[in-house]
């Protein structure tokens, strides 16, 4: 994950697009550049082994923190590992914080492990 270049939690995904090695991605730079199927234990792997990855930030038009994304995207033990590792519930992105994500993707769930 040398490629996230980080600075302050954030991470340049223009940057991190380029340089991916596609063949051998972690599960969270598949989670950000393929937007596919999340797989929750190799995420919980990988925010055991570096925790600042529940707290990173990047620039889009929409989410943009994991906390968000998976908020938006109905994943809820994905949510509740990031709040177990102290990920930024209060974050703001182009969709609001995750709550608003969660509550415009229509998410009871998570709309109430947020609260």
């Not at 940057?15 to 995420?43: C, Q």
């Amino acid at each position: 994950m040398d490629i996230l270049r980080l600075t302050d939690a954030s991470i340049d995904l223009e940057g991190m697009y380029k340089n991916a090695d596609w063949d051998n991605l972690s599960e969270f730079e598949n989670i950000l550049l393929t937007h596919s199927d999340w797989d929750p234990v190799r995420l919980f792997e990988e925010i055991q082994a570096n925790p600042i990855l529940a707290k990173l930030t990047w620039k889009a038009e929409g989410c943009t923190t994991l906390l968000q994304l998976a908020a938006h995207d109905g994943k809820y033990s994905i949510c509740e590992l990031l709040c177990n590792s102290n990920a930024d519930v209060d974050s703001k992105g182009g969709y609001g914080t995750p709550l608003n994500c969660a509550v415009w993707s229509g998410n009871v769930a998570i709309v109430k492990l947020l609260l």
